[in-house]
């Protein structure tokens, strides 16, 4: 099962942030530089309910292509394997979603601030590699630091306190850990981590749920004033 | 006049005053003789607009200010577009239109001034406002994949209508055989017509065309025009933007210009023909041209200008005297072979109206083809 969910695993954190930044980045800007959005908003709806139906529409997007991929690779595991663990395997779905709606979020933000489209797919490029490559920065940063590499793998040394801020700037890591944690998983590639008491399930899903929030929130404000 | 009552401050005799909203008077307490100074509080001016335009007037633009970093897109724009009227709305490409037309409609977030839509003011969440207006904007998307009943049923529900309006609006349209054709394989025309549709919804009361014939074939041109008349003649109220001026001249009753983010002129064609002093001409084609000399024509009475081209005569002259002018040129012993008036146009205004307001860059100070900014002295 633990090498199922992290095959899938790998999956889920590179598909979900791309579908959902390429549902995302074109919903404002695109269809403001269309004249779409023009006509829309002639109409006597608020522009709160415009971007919050936008939202929520992507979000059911991505919670009907994890349901219909994952929940079909379940299914298919389940009869393959006679595994068990389904309820692990619906926090497994449920942590995918969570993710593709922080990346839903994160481009309708760049999407509603930016005035082309193809700048708002640009900003969604950087932010996906933003949550790739800020563990790496990191690992740099502990290797400059003074920290080894290879007694981290061979168990000699833990990583320091604040190595672990890094799972709550990288949505994609936060993101995976959670999962991992889910299933209690703590060991990686054979390695096993002292993980500190504060990085839990519930902290790593609350810090992804500002991740949606804070966005959407600044969203929100900069399309009421912008001017179409 | 207002009429108040003040009570004095040190001995409580009320004395009763009048003045204007805005006057500041000093008033001395016949009692004590104690001296103050009242203000009398100036005019409510949204409550007073509100009453002021309640009226007949559908649109009223106060002015309207908007400024791109340091691009002047609009500047103090204020005109009023009365109920059930056509209104044009003029001016050369990049003049301020589009973006005074977005600020109406809620858009775009002016930098100053205020939009009342019948006595209502206008802001981008305005829900009630926004229900009375149709808009058709001057590049119109819809989704390629949907049919004609699909988007507009989308719009139906946009506008809280029933969607059983819709047969009916795209028959007024003629677009009924299309209805269930994808949008994606529609020609410009039939877009444009589906925007008119779309804007249509509802039957709002004011209707908001922004540049509609533009990039149409002449023979679509004219099924747009046919609809403005037809909505209009339902009782709508239509303000158009436009820079093709004879589209404008058949079509509305009064206009507003506007260049360069300023307003030029508001009226009626013929008030502003009047006003600029643009007179009618006549063009007279003549066999030989050996034998005129303009010194002549000019002295005929009502004769204002005269040009004089290889077989032709252009006269600018005083419309009442066109037919005495015909026949004193005639005793001059011009042989006449053939004659046409001109009426003023819209044209003329517009290029009387541009002229000495819109500076041609390189410095020509009669270039006329600066209106167009091709100037290429």
Known sequence: ?228 | MVNKKVKCPKCQHIIEIQGNPGEKITIVCPKCSTKGVYIFPKKDTARDLKEEISGNIAIQVRSLSKTYNSVKAAQEVSFNVKKGEIFGFLGPNGAGKTTTIKMILGLTHPTAGEVYINGRRMHSDNVEVKKEIGYLPERISFYLNLTPVQTLNFFCELKEVNKSVVPEILKELGLQDVANRKVGTFSKGMIQLLGFAQAMIGSPSIYVLDEPSSGLDPRWMKVIRDKIRYLNEKGATVMFSSHILSEVQALCDRVCIINKGLLVAEDTIENLNKKLNIKPKLIIKIKEKEKISSKDIEDIEGVYEVQIKDEEIIVACDGKKKLQIIEDIKKIGIDIKDFQTIEPSIEDVFVKLLEGKNECQKGHGNCKKRVHGQCKK
């Open chain 1, 1 to 228: 099962m633990e090498a199922t969910i992290a095959t899938l695993l790998t999956l889920s954190s590179m598909l979900l942030p791309i579908i959902g930044i390429m549902l995302g980045y074109g919903a404002i800007a695109g269809e403001a530089e269309s004249g779409a959005l023009s006509v829309v908003l002639t109409y006597p709806v608020k522009r709160i309910d415009v971007i919050l139906g936008k939202f929520l529409g992507l979000s059911c997007v991505i919670c009907a292509s994890v349901f219909s991929g994952f929940g079909i690779a379940g299914i298919v595991i389940s009869i393959a394997t006679s595994a068990t663990e389904w309820r692990g395997y619906l926090i497994f779905m449920a942590l995918a979603i969570l993710l593709g709606i922080l990346y839903v979020s994160l481009s309708l933000f760049f999407s509603s601030i930016l005035k082309r489209k193809a700048t708002a797919l640009g900003a969604g490029i950087f932010i996906f590699f933003w949550g790739m490559i800020i563990g790496t920065i990191w690992l740099g940063i502990y290797a400059a630091t003074g920290g080894s590499i290879i007694e981290l793998y061979t168990g000699k040394a833990s990583f320091p306190e604040w190595f672990w801020y890094e799972l709550f700037l990288s949505p994609q890591d936060g993101n995976q850990t959670a999962t991992l944690l889910a299933f209690g998983i703590k060991k990686i590639m054979g390695i096993s981590f002292d993980i500190p008491s504060w990085v839990n399930l519930g902290s790593i899903v609350f810090s992804q749920l500002l991740w949606v929030m804070t966005p959407l929130i600044f969203a929100v404000q900069f399309f009421k004033r912008r001017d179409i």
